[in-house]
């Protein structure tokens, strides 16, 4: 009760809206917030986050994690290779959506995949996140150079086509994406659980975000996503989530059973 008040509390005010994301994964974020912070109770979090927006920028980082990284589950640019590339080669124009995608790792790694593929200049890509801080991070396509040692292990087990580090510009202690993989991307900041479809859209991906909502919350979201494609268009959730228990499940076929990748439906 005093967790669904705090988070009342937060989209009133900030318009941020959590009420539909899983309890456990709330609960978690908001204890450990209280004990980080040593603060003695809920109540006492729903005034600060009232009164400190500070505290309150905190609490919303808290609830939303953006752990990512570049060709994270390499089974899944496999499968997007073996699998989606063959459908993605019968258009002439594609529009990919991209939603939360954090600091944009996985946005790059997909216009590298699509670059090796001979896609990428007929592809527009829209990158959103409700959390335009990771949004800057992600446009801005620097990250630590000690990453790179696993993002390149994970690019070859992907099913690489070329050499890792040709798409990076090492400087110092960072590496800048090359500025080739950035042109045909739109960075935008759109909220799953309040804003509206993307229309006419060929491919979504959404992996690692659906994990935090409830049931009815994916499955609004996944009405979301039904709306936005193309028939025959292609819907990306990986393997963490999946379209099991979803009113849409019948709206699409499946492309692949373990990455979770669908097609929806002629109709
Ligand atoms: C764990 S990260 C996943 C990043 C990336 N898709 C991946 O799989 O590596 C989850 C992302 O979802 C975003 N997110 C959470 N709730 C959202 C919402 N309601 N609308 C848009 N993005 C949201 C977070 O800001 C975060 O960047």
Redesign the pocket.
């Known amino acids: 009760m005093e967790i669904e008040l705090l988070l009342e509390a937060v989209f009133r005010k900030y318009g941020y ?1 959590f009420r539909e994301y899983s309890k456990a994964h709330v609960k978690r974020r908001v204890l450990s917030r209280l004990r980080l912070s040593r603060i003695e109770s809920v109540s006492m979090m729903q005034h600060l986050v009232l009164h400190d927006a500070d505290f309150a920028a905190l609490l919303l980082k808290d609830l ?6 570049m060709f ?1 589950d390499p089974n899944f640019y496999k499968a997007i290779r073996e699998t989606v590339v063959p459908i993605l080669k019968t258009w002439s124009y594609i529009k990919l959506w ?5 600091t944009g ?2 946005v790059y790694s997909m216009a590298i995949l699509l670059k090796e593929e001979g896609l990428y200049d007929r592809t527009q890509i829209y990158a ?4 335009h801080h ?1 949004l800057k991070h992600a446009k801005e396509g620097i990250y630590p150079a000690e990453l790179m040692k696993k993002y390149a292990k994970n690019y070859q087990d992907s099913g690489a086509k070329g050499s890792f580090s040709d798409y990076y510009h090492a400087q110092y202690d960072s590496a800048i994406m090359d500025a080739s993989l950035k042109k045909n991307i739109v960075w935008a900041n ?4 309040t804003d509206s479809d993307f229309a006419e859209t060929q491919m979504v991906v ?4 659906l994990i ?1 909502f409830n049931k009815e919350l994916q499955n609004k979201v996944h009405g979301l996503f039904h709306n936005s494609l193309v028939n025959g268009g292609i819907l990306c959730l ?1 393997n963490k989530e999946s379209l099991q228990f979803s009113e849409y499940q019948s709206h699409f076929d499946v492309l692949d059973k373990k990455q979770k990748i669908y097609k929806k439906k002629y109709r």
Request: hydrophobic residues 25%; glycine residues 6%.
């Open positions: 809206d939303s994690i953006n752990v990512t990284e994270r991209h939603a939360g995608c954090s790792e996985e959103t996140d409700f959390n990771v759109h909220n799953l659980v959404c992996r690692n975000v935090y990986g």
